[in-house]
Nanobody, 115 residues
């Protein structure tokens, strides 16, 4: 079974940057799209950014202009470059990969932004 593994989370001061990575653990997998979601304490999980096979991207309003999603098709890895981080960005960030018949989720990586 294919698994998605996130890395790169941690503690950062407001205004700082982090880069999250997510890679398929094994197998030959071609995702229709890959993306990042986040869930803050007491809140619902929300979309942060997605990237499609065409290279097109989609961002939440809260992320647009500060975050950049990219994809390495050789390594089957998706990245989320997060700049100008705010305390409101504090959440568990989850990697998502979508094919025509199923979705896959990572276990999440915690991002904490201190004021």
């Amino acid at each position: 079974q294919v698994q998605l593994v996130e890395s790169g989370g941690g503690l950062v001061q407001a205004g700082g940057s982090l880069r999250l990575s997510c890679a398929a653990s094994r197998g030959i997998v071609s995702f229709y799209s890959m993306g990042w979601y986040r869930q803050a304490p007491g809140n619902q999980r929300e979309l942060v950014a997605t990237i499609f096979n065409s290279g097109a991207t989609n961002y939440a309003d809260s992320a647009k202009g500060r975050f950049t999603i990219s994809r390495d098709f050789v390594k089957n890895t998706v990245y989320l470059q997060m700049n100008s981080l705010k305390p409101e960005d504090t959440a568990v960030y989850y990697c998502n990969g979508q094919v025509s018949t199923a979705q896959y989720w990572g276990k999440g990586t915690l991002v904490t932004v201190s004021p």
